[in-house]
Structure formats: structure tokens, C-alpha cells
């Protein structure tokens, strides 16, 4: 099943700009993968928002993938691809038994009525993302690239406001580990020499945002910072001092979310993702 709707422009022009060699870059992590799968709770039917080229969906149930990229849709293995935003998903209310989001709502123009969206059509829901609040910031933020901070503070909305929108029971941090493989912005934190790589820069939104050079896709640097470190590399026992201090990476957070109540704010049930 392939549905083909109007997305607009935001994230999809991104996307379809930055997204060609993103699976190569953005493989899953089983450690994340692990508490998604908790959260979605053996779920049978889910949709994947933002979906992107599939990380992190679970094997074991019948998954619909939404993304307002076709270059994201055509990387996705699944049978079941609608492109959609999230803002307006074309499905009836409570058409799955969950809904998952994974670095995905700092893209969404509307992030409440996105995450409204989501409760509406599924009765619990799973949202992986970055809490901008967090201290202290990625040393590549703060030393190079202070660009970053400014993109990041004004996409990211704090967890705090993401769960309470979500009326969310459950918020776990979750400390990126240095060898983490799913190569988001932070995920090279302790391997420096990553950054330098024009593949890696390009398959993360902010990079290719802040390092935009002549060719428009986020593989050039437009300011010397980044080929500082080229010429001198951060040694990696540094960068893992900086981790050691700190949960490793950037903190990010795994919110779940028991279904709206009709009348009134129920407590969570005892083990419920």
C-alpha cells in the first residue's frame, strides 16, 4: 500500500535533498532498539511517523511507514509506505495499536497538533528525541560549531513539553554510548574523525543545515571550524573525559504515552508502555 499526498515543503525538501546514502549511514542500534520495542509493548499494528528508512521498527508487527519524503519512502523495505505528514495523517481514529516517532518531531512545522496526531490514530505511542535543555552540550557545539546550538534550540522542543503534549506515564533518558552506531548528530562524540567525512555530515539535518557550502547539500564546510579539526583531530581520550562527566553523547529520551482519556487523566497501569 502506497498513498501519494500533497507534503509541502518542510521536511520533505530536506530529505529529498540530504536522504540519498542515509541508510548507509543511520544503521539501528540494538540498545536503542531495545527500549522502542518496551515501549511499543508487543503492539501488533504500528505506524512508523517520520519514518524514514525504517530503523527501529519492530520485526514482529504489521508496520505502516509515514514520511513526506519520497527519497526516504523509496529506502524503506516495507510494503506499507504512505506519504504523509504527520500533521495530517490519513488514517481513521485509533486505526493501530501504536504509533512510534524517532528523531523525527524537531522536522514536524506543527509539533502539537503532529503529536495529536498520534494519539489520535493509535492507542499508545513511542517518541524518541533530544532534550535541548540538557548540560552540558556536545563539544563539538561549543568549540567549533556554535552554529548548531542556535539550529538545534530553535527545532527541538523540550522532553518536558513533548510528554506533557503526549500526556506521557513514561520518560527514560537514554545515554548515547561512544560506539553507537546509528550516526546521528551526537552519535560520533568520542570518534572526532567522523565528522570529517562528507557522508556522515549529510545524512544528519543539522549539519547539513549549518555547514551548507556552495553545493547546497551540507558536504562542504562554509566555516573554518570544521576543517580545524581536520588539521587537528580531537584526541579520542579527551572527547571520552568529556562522556565520562556526563551520561555519554547528548542525552536523549525514549516518551510513552497511554492512550487520551475520554473525560478525565487516568494513572498509568502497573508495566504499561
Request: with cysteine.
Amino acid at each position: 500500500m502506497e498513498q501519494v499526498l500533497d507534503e509541502g515543503n518542510g521536511p520533505a525538501a530536506a530529505y529529498d535533498r540530504i536522504g540519498i546514502g542515509y541508510k548507509q549511514v543511520r544503521r539501528p542500534d540494538p540498545r536503542l532498539g531495545a527500549p522502542i520495542r518496551q515501549a511499543l509493548g508487543g503492539a501488533r499494528t504500528v505506524v512508523n511517523v517520520g519514518a524514514g528508512a525504517g530503523s527501529y521498527e519492530p520485526e514482529d508487527a504489521e508496520v505502516t511507514a509515514v514520511d513526506p519524503s519520497q527519497v526516504m519512502l523509496d529506502q524503506h523495505p516495507g510494503p506499507r509506505k504512505v506519504k504523509a505528514g504527520a500533521e495530517e495523517l490519513p488514517f481513521a481514529d485509533g486505526a493501530f495499536d501504536a504509533a512510534m516517532a524517532v528523531l523525527t518531531v524537531h522536522h514536524w512545522p506543527d509539533l502539537h497538533r503532529g503529536l495529536g496526531e498520534l494519539r489520535r490514530v493509535s492507542r499508545r505511542q513511542a517518541v524518541f528525541t533530544w532534550d535541548p535543555e540538557h548540560r552540558p552540550e556536545l563539544w563539538i557545539v561549543d568549540e567549533y560549531l556554535p552554529e548548531i546550538r542556535e539550529l538545534d534550540h530553535a527545532r527541538f522542543t523540550p522532553v518536558a513539553e513533548v510528554a506533557d503534549a503526549l500526556d506521557a506515564h513514561t520518560v527514560l533518558p537514554f545515554p548515547i554510548p561512544y560506539d553507537f552506531t546509528d550516526g546521528f548528530q551526537t552519535a560520533h562524540w568520542r570518534r572526532p574523525e567522523a565528522y570529517l567525512d562528507p557522508a556522515v555530515r549529510a545524512a544528519s539535518s543539522t549539519f547539513a543545515a549549518a555547514l551548507r557550502g556552495g553545493a547546497g547539500d551540507g558536504t562542504a564546510p562554509r566555516r573554518p571550524g570544521l576543517r580545524g579539526l581536520g588539521a587537528a583531530p580531537r584526541p579520542p581520550a579527551r572527547a571520552g573525559e568529556r562522556g565520562l562527566r556526563l551520561p555519554p553523547g547528548r542525552r536523549r529520551g525514549v516518551v510513552t504515552a497511554r492512550p487520551p482519556a475520554p473525560t478525565r487523566r487516568r494513572p498509568a497501569r502497573a508495566g504499561r508502555c
